[in-house]
């Protein structure tokens, strides 16, 4: 990939778990080619260090990325800053334009987070011993809707903000093609809440995959009622996973 960073450094430690696993790198393209097709517009919001913007330009899309983060911003445009079907964008997103505080967890930046709510459920929960978050910086954000006026309108949106997920789609007055959320066992009602602001924008049915599967759960789509009931019968050791929506026409 030709960046400079220590594969020892917490961003190096992200480079190797989500670009060295090139089984799990295959799973994603597989997973995201059912959703988004050669010449499709992506925003990945989100982005990190990149993994899944890489999916995306493999498959052919026009991606619009954004990381807050300004060290792993620095990987991302190092990654992709010449690729001339990605936009690169150091901002956040949420309901509103503005500023907000980022609570970034550097020995481990990919659970970074602007929620302080997200930080309180973390704290003590399985799966989460051991986090902190330890430094803080105020960061630009811009919304969906303000995304698509400028870029255009996209076929998919892939959102994985650590507990911002409402907020982002909060920020968003119209309904999209297709879209993925991450979820967590410890904010279930984050999820809950995402698929009901779903829901009042347009007609909608789910899927769902765990942790780093990158393979949809659910042999059919389901309905929100089915998708909220499934959500609540995660064991803890599942810890994470993404929610798939595809508009019904």
């Known amino acids: 990939m030709g960046h400079p960073i220590a594969p020892t450094s917490p961003i190096g430690r992200s480079l190797a778990i989500y670009y060295r696993d090139t089984a799990r790198t295959a799973r994603m393209d597989r997973l995201h080619a059912d959703l988004v097709k050669p010449g499709a517009r992506v925003f990945d919001i989100g982005a990190h260090v990149g993994d899944r913007t890489g999916s995306f330009l493999r498959l052919g899309a026009r991606v619009v990325a954004l990381e807050p983060q300004p060290k792993v911003f620095r990987a991302l445009r190092l990654i992709y800053g010449r690729c001339a079907r990605a936009v690169l964008l150091p901002l956040a997103v949420g309901a509103t334009p503005g500023e907000i505080v980022l609570h970034i967890n550097r020995r481990n930046p990919t ?32 919304t969906l809707d303000a995304l698509v006026a400028r870029h255009g309108a996209p076929d998919f949106v892939k959102i994985d903000v650590e507990g911002h997920e409402l907020a982002v789609l909060q920020g968003l007055s119209t309904a999209l093609p297709a879209l993925s959320f991450e979820f967590t066992v410890i904010g279930r009602a984050t999820a809950h809440a995402c698929v009901a602001r779903l829901g009042e924008l347009g007609r909608y049915e789910y899927n769902l995959s765990h942790g780093e599967e990158h393979a949809l759960r659910a042999g059919r789509w389901l309905g929100a009622d089915e998708l909220r009931a499934r959500i609540d019968a995660l064991p803890e050791a599942v810890n994470s996973g993404d929610v798939f929506a595809r508009r019904i026409a």
């Open 111 to 142: 659970v970074s987070t602007v929620e302080p709510g997200f930080i309180a459920a973390a704290s003590g929960a399985a799966g989460w011993q051991g986090q902190t978050w330890d430094h803080r910086i105020t960061v630009p954000v811009t």
